[in-house]
């Protein structure tokens, strides 16, 4: 079973830097198949999906936020990364981290959410 557990601050300032970890366990961010993916839900809105990075690195991002957003992944730490740029208070959302298992066994799975909010 896969678990993801998102962490980094709750509390941003504009024009500052977003930084947030999705922690893996349960499977190794390396395996063959999986995609890892970030996902927001800004207040009263829908999903928005920022970007993946899959298992052999490959990474991919929202366009409209490419000037801003970087993903990267630790495979010591087995954790993914996000940093989001200058941020403003359109940014705030409930951020997620979520898995992808593709192939004759797909699964998705999902982690609880982190709260960013970006106010002065």
């Known amino acids: 079973q896969v678990q993801l557990q998102e962490s980094g601050p709750g509390l941003v300032k504009p024009s500052q830097t977003l930084s947030l970890i999705c922690t893996v366990s349960?499977?190794?961010?390396?395996?063959?198949?999986?995609?890892w993916s970030w996902i927001r839900q800004p207040p009263g809105q829908g999903l928005e999906w920022l970007g993946v990075i899959g298992y052999d690195e490959s990474t991919y991002t929202r366009p409209s936020l490419k000037s801003r957003i970087s993903m990267s992944r630790d495979t010591s730490k087995n954790h993914i990364s996000l940093q989001l740029r200058s941020v403003t208070p359109e940014d705030t959302a409930v951020y997620y981290c979520n898995a992808e298992r593709s192939g004759p066994w797909p699964a998705n799975y999902w982690g609880q959410g982190t709260q960013v909010t970006v106010s002065s």
């Open positions: 349960g499977q190794s961010i390396t395996t063959t198949h999986y995609a």
